[in-house]
């Protein structure tokens, strides 16, 4: 895929599910689930053990899925994970090394901020999404629609303690797309490989997009 195939593709799927496990076979178990359940996109976190290893076999074995990498706090992981083909560059806070290295690779590049100086550098350095991250714990949907106001042009994600009840509102008050963790993908449905639990929650996100969308 394109640089420009994989933003289409993150704004139309709105919902990036960041997968957070404790070895690589539940990380791999839960991107398959989530994949099944109708969001062929990750955000593998560096946070799990032998994470580059694991996005390089979920290319190979799953081409129709979206992969990229999360929790990508230096240089060297973000050469690592490219090499193993992640299409998107996350952080949870802004680096513009990471973020010039990327937009110099031909790659997304989705780096954190939470203030409107490191939008604004974000943005200056090339930034394809701006992650707003922790976003709920410091105003939530009504701290996005404020960022809007400023910054109408930039495609926000919102991450952070997004959850089924808050994602809509999100959506609807400006962001491109949003972040999603354990309410997504809930440690003990991985734990006990309850497969269905996952594909069930997908599913709902997937509906909350398609619901927003419809023409009124």
Same mark, same amino acid.
């Given at each position: 895929?394109?640089?420009?195939?994989?933003?289409?593709?993150?704004?139309?799927?709105?919902?990036?599910?960041?997968?957070?496990?404790?070895?690589?076979?539940?990380?791999?178990?839960?991107?398959?689930?989530?994949?099944?359940?109708?969001?062929?996109?990750?955000?593998?976190?560096?946070?799990?053990?032998?994470?580059?290893?694991?996005?390089?076999?979920?290319?190979?074995?799953?081409?129709?899925?979206?992969?990229?990498?999360?929790?990508?706090?230096?240089?060297?992981?973000?050469?690592?994970?490219?090499?193993?083909?992640?299409?998107?560059?996350?952080?949870?806070?802004?680096?513009?090394?990471?973020?010039?290295?990327?937009?110099?690779?031909?790659?997304?590049?989705?780096?954190?901020?939470?203030? =409107?100086?490191?939008?604004?550098?974000?943005?200056?350095?090339?930034?394809?999404?701006?992650?707003?991250?922790?976003?709920?714990?410091?105003?939530?949907?009504?701290?996005?629609?404020?960022?809007?106001? =400023?910054?109408?042009?930039?495609?926000?994600?919102?991450?952070?303690?997004?959850?089924?009840?808050?994602?809509?509102?999100?959506?609807?008050?400006?962001?491109?797309?949003?972040?999603?963790?354990?309410?997504?993908?809930?440690?003990?449905?991985?734990?006990?490989?309850?497969?269905?639990?996952?594909?069930?929650?997908?599913?709902?996100?997937?509906?909350?997009?398609?619901?927003?969308?419809? =023409?009124?």
């Amino acid at each position: 895929m394109t640089k420009q195939q994989v933003r289409a593709r993150i704004e139309e799927l709105a919902i990036v599910p960041a997968v957070r496990a404790a070895n690589a076979e539940d990380a791999l178990f839960a991107a398959e689930a989530v994949s099944r359940g109708g969001l062929p996109i990750v955000e593998l976190t560096m946070t799990v053990p032998k994470a580059i290893e694991v996005i390089a076999h979920l290319i190979k074995k799953h081409p129709h899925m979206l992969v990229g990498a999360g929790t990508v706090l230096d240089l060297e992981t973000a050469r690592a994970c490219l090499a193993a083909g992640a299409k998107f560059i996350s952080s949870p806070g802004l680096d513009l090394g990471i973020v010039e290295f990327t937009v110099q690779a031909g790659v997304i590049a989705m780096p954190g901020a939470l203030t =409107p100086t490191e939008i604004m550098a974000a943005v200056k350095a090339g930034a394809d999404f701006v992650k707003i991250f922790p976003c709920s714990q410091v105003g939530g949907v009504d701290y996005l629609h404020a960022l809007k106001g =400023p910054f109408p042009n930039v495609s926000f994600i919102a991450a952070g303690g997004v959850n089924q009840q808050t994602a809509g509102k999100y959506l609807a008050a400006g962001a491109t797309a949003v972040g999603i963790g354990t309410d997504l993908i809930p440690p003990r449905a991985i734990t006990i490989r309850e497969a269905d639990w996952i594909e069930e929650l997908a599913r709902r996100y997937v509906h909350t997009v398609k619901y927003l969308r419809q =023409p009124e």
